[in-house]
């Protein structure tokens, strides 16, 4: 009976924070980033503010959690999807097919890790590591490299995806307010334009190797 009790308590607290982050994506997909404000998040998901700061103690710390949520969508997305043949370009395309998993990974480093506490960073990062290994196996699996060396392609990948969605930030700069001779170095910096060819030459050098 305590062992249902309590299966049922963490079921509960999981579909409530489900609840909280899917309250937190309808806010920055209506009113940005810097519309979300921990009062307004409690009232959309309604909470009461304290309750809600025990799931969530700040809003860099709620950024996280919906980035590991977006991360492990995008490594379902590609264990799902992955072959061979498609992998390089699957790994160019998948990131841009996840909502909010590029903004919240331009933001991951310098602006959302520095600003959460130390215990669910932690925990954070012991999910996204796991995560990452999922695809390390995958890449192993259909490159034949070793998972040292897909682990190691997998890492630059995860770091030139993360340098690729800073610039997008950039990027995406109304044209209006950049200058005639400036625009078509704004507009080639997109993940779109450069993210996937740098995908195929990681992979497909691994794949020749």
Not at 83 to 105: D, H, I, K, S, Y
Not at 181 to 194: L, V
């Amino acid at each position: 009976m305590e062992n249902r009790k309590r299966a049922r308590s963490e079921d509960q607290k999981e579909a409530r924070r489900a609840d909280i982050l899917d309250a937190a994506r309808a806010m920055i997909m209506a009113d940005g980033f810097d519309g979300v404000t921990m009062n307004a998040l409690a009232s959309r998901a309604g909470l009461s503010k304290g309750t809600l700061y025990l799931y969530v103690r700040s809003k860099e710390e709620l950024f996280l959690w919906l980035f590991v949520d977006a991360m492990e969508q995008l490594v379902e997305q590609i264990e799902a999807e992955a072959t061979r043949e498609n992998l390089p370009t699957l790994m160019g395309q998948a990131p841009q097919e996840v909502p909010l998993f590029l903004p919240l990974l331009a933001r991951l480093a310098a602006v959302i890790e520095t600003n959460v506490a130390d215990d669910p960073l932690f925990e954070a990062k012991r999910i996204m590591w796991r995560l990452g290994a999922r695809v390390t196996d995958v890449i192993a699996r259909l490159t034949g490299a070793s998972q040292e060396e897909a682990g190691e392609a997998a890492s630059i990948l995860m770091m030139a995806m993360q340098g690729a969605a800073q610039f997008d930030i950039t990027a995406r700069r109304p044209l209006d307010t950049v200058p005639d001779d400036m625009r078509e170095i704004y507009t080639s910096q997109t993940f779109a334009r450069r993210f996937p060819s740098a995908a195929r030459m990681i992979l497909g050098g691994l794949m020749k190797g």
